[in-house]
């Protein structure tokens, strides 16, 4: 199975910075990778899907990046909405897998 | 609205079983895999199941966890997907989320969840 590690569990940070989150798979998953959004009492929403392909009506400010082992997410300009938690997802092999999660709040 | 809305959730005994349901309205479903995903409380995503399309014959993958317990189903014909959960154990409590697959056409699906239901919480508890 694979398994995939995100960090860093948790951040902090302030309207307008620069976030990058990190997502590490166990085994070569070639782009098969999306990220979520989750704010508390909602279901995850999709932000990035095929590693770098933005779903649509999500702002440009998300970006994704990465391929086979090594993934990111970065909000290039963090907004009031943006503070939730994110997670990545592998569909290159079942059973899919997802990430722990990386919690971005307010500093 | 476009929508999915589970249901079905509730507190249960150790080794009893449950029936979720949801329902799609307002969005394509029959051409679509669906997927059960599941999160306990305070913790991260976890995949639980897919039934792919009628295209696809309607097979299904499980993860370990589940498999052997759990069977997933659909009726296209009421756009509705289920999930029967058996032998239920402490460690199935959680908010169960249906979501849907990608897929631009009946054989063409992405891995990816596309939409997601709001969830229905079970608890299994003695």
């Known amino acids: 199975a694979i398994q995939l590690t995100q960090s860093p569990s948790s951040l902090s940070a302030s309207v307008g910075d620069r976030v990058t989150i990190t997502c590490r798979a166990s085994q070569d998953m070639s782009d098969a990778l999306a990220w979520y959004q989750q704010r508390p009492g909602k279901p995850p929403k999709v932000l990035i899907y095929?590693?770098?392909r933005l779903q649509s009506g999500v702002p440009s400010r998300f970006i994704g990046s990465g391929y086979g082992t090594y993934f990111t997410l970065t909000i290039s300009s963090l907004q009031p909405e943006d503070f939730a938690t994110y997670s990545c997802?592998?569909?290159?092999?079942?059973?899919?897998?997802f990430g722990g999660g990386t919690k971005v709040d307010i500093k | 609205e476009v929508q999915l809305v589970a249901s079905g959730g509730g507190l249960v005994q150790p080794g009893e079983s449950l029936r979720l349901s949801c329902a799609a309205s307002g969005l394509s479903f029959s051409d679509h895999y669906m997927d059960w995903v599941r999160q306990a409380p305070g913790k991260g995503l976890e995949w639980v199941g897919r039934?792919?399309?009628?295209?696809?014959?309607?097979?299904?993958e499980y993860a370990a966890s589940v498999e052997g317990r759990f069977i997933i189903s659909r009726d296209d014909s009421q756009n509705s997907l289920f999930l029967q959960m058996d032998s239920l154990k402490t460690e199935d409590t959680a908010l169960y989320y249906c979501?849907?697959?990608?897929?631009?056409?009946?054989?063409?699906?992405?891995?990816?969840?596309?939409?997601w239901g709001q969830g229905t919480l079970v608890t299994v508890s003695s």
């Open positions: 979501g849907r697959v990608r897929c631009d056409t009946p054989f063409s699906c992405s891995g990816y969840f596309d939409f």
């Open positions: 997802q592998q569909f290159k092999a079942y059973p899919l897998s």
């Open positions: 095929d590693a770098s």
């Open positions: 039934i792919r399309n009628r295209a696809n014959r309607y097979t299904t």
